[in-house]
């Protein structure tokens, strides 16, 4: 953190007080591919995360410079803020311009002055703090510019959840620049301070990414803002309640896996899912007018009807009635101490995400081989939406080397990729460091 408040310095040459916030990423447990159906998720905050450094400015500007893409950006705020109007304010979405000098004003370099870019023409990260900008200003919130640098250590494009982690800690940068009073904490505070609950955060943050492209669910978010040290959450993604159980991390550790195949969370495969989702539910609605969401939808009710649904949907369903089945059983597994029967219910999900909802790839099935083939793994899985990205094991934790050796020796050789491995401990969520 320290050398994140210096290089802030360092770029916009500033030596007023600097505030910090923090928001981590995510490695889901199980519980894949429900959240949107109102299902149940059980992930836990990483010990990884994107920080934001920042100092206001009375410009209604955001001017970022991105240590992990090496890129400056800025982008003017957006107008629906209701305050006293002493915020000059473009369309939303509206131009950026790079900037480059001491003082964070933007400098207008040839052949772009005051040259409106459109959005579609942002650089993919910017989107992030833009969106986020236009639903808290939708949402009422008088915000204020400011000159920032942001870095994390939360791989992108992993299934690690980089995104929401950087929408949140956007929105925690945005709200304490409009309130600079408020002090350091835990977000849920901060956002109080602005009259909005945690929950109500975590669906702003879910709807700007919905507005840069992905039409996802609750679960990254939600985690990334509630998540507890020492915890794992089981969260209704219907009613956002939540409960918080502890990890026994004296017999098992949490491992994750990076596959090293990057996934590029666009519209494309996920959203086309998500559709097939609600085509399911919608089919089956006609069976029991009662049902909303595939949430909705028990394992008995799927298995008299589902000869009645397309085979893709079929399996997609099937993949979701009993995902959601998996949670809850895992859950009491896991209160129980049963933990291998929660490494079985691991492996259980990530066969049903690799047949029937075929979001799995070569590389990722041969990591949970791999693991599943050291003594002492109780389970593993794809964690987040799949299409590369991470694995995540339940192991015990004399088999963490083993199961290290065996992924080092194995993996590179067989997918050609080189793997990255850790042992994740389970973090707090997003917070106002200073
Ligand atoms: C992504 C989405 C989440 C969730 C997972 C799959 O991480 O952002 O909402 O749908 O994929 O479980």
């Known amino acids: 953190m320290a050398d994140l408040v210096a290089r802030f310095r360092d770029v916009f040459g500033d030596s007023g007080p600097v505030r910090v916030v923090r928001a ?29 450094a920042l100092v206001p400015h009375d410009e209604p500007v955001v001017a970022i410079r991105s240590v992990q893409f090496d890129e400056r950006a800025e982008f003017r705020l957006p107008s629906y803020g209701k305050g006293d109007g002493s915020i000059l304010c473009e369309a939303p979405g509206g131009p950026f311009r790079p900037f480059d000098n001491a003082q964070g004003r933007p400098e207008v370099l040839e052949g772009r002055q005051n040259t409106p870019v459109p959005f579609s023409d942002a650089p993919h990260w910017l989107r992030y703090p833009m969106k986020v900008a236009e639903v808290l200003a939708e949402e009422g919130i008088v915000l204020r510019g400011f000159r920032a640098v942001v870095d994390g250590d939360v791989p992108v494009g992993s299934g690690l959840s980089s995104s929401a982690a950087y929408e949140v800690a956007s929105a925690l940068a945005l709200l304490v620049a409009a309130r600079p009073d408020v002090p350091a904490g835990l977000a849920a505070a901060l ?3 602005h009259g909005l609950s945690a929950e109500r955060l975590a669906e702003l943050c879910q ?6 492209g992905v039409r996802c669910g609750i679960m990254d978010q939600f985690v990334s803002l509630h998540g507890r040290a020492g915890h794992a959450l089981v969260l209704d993604c219907r009613d956002l309640s939540f409960e918080a159980v502890p990890l026994p991390a004296r017999e098992a550790k949490v491992v994750v896996t990076d596959s090293g195949v990057k996934r590029r969370l666009s519209s494309g495969a996920y959203n086309e899912r998500r559709r097939q989702c609600e085509e399911g539910a919608e089919r089956l609605r006609e069976f029991d007018p009662a049902i909303r969401e595939l949430r909705d939808v028990s394992l008995a009710l799927f298995e008299a009807r589902a000869d009645r649904l397309p085979e893709i949907i079929r399996r997609r369903c099937r993949h979701v009635v009993t995902e959601n089945a998996r949670v809850l059983e895992s859950a009491e597994a896991l209160k129980a101490g049963d933990l291998a029967r929660f490494g079985e219910l691991m492996n259980a999900s990530h066969d049903s995400l690799r047949d029937d909802y075929e979001v799995s790839g070569p590389e990722l099935d041969l990591l ?3 693991a599943r083939g050291v003594g002492g793994v109780m389970g593993s899985r794809l964690t987040g939406a799949g299409f590369g990205g991470c694995t995540v094991t339940l192991a015990r934790p004399e088999a963490v080397e083993p199961l290290r050796a065996a992924v080092l020796e194995h993996y590179p050789r067989r997918a050609g990729l080189e793997p990255r491995i850790w042992v994740s401990e389970a973090a707090a969520g997003a917070a106002v460091e200073v």
Not at 25 to 47: C, K, Q, W
Not at 207 to 212: K, L, N
């Open 207 to 212: 709807e700007a990414e919905h507005r840069v």
């Open 24 to 52: 981590p990423g995510r490695v889901n447990l199980i519980g894949e591919h429900t959240d949107y159906s109102g299902g149940f998720v059980m992930p836990m905050a990483l010990d990884r995360a994107v920080r934001i």
């Open 368 to 370: 949970v081989e791999i």
């Open 191 to 193: 956002a109080e301070a």
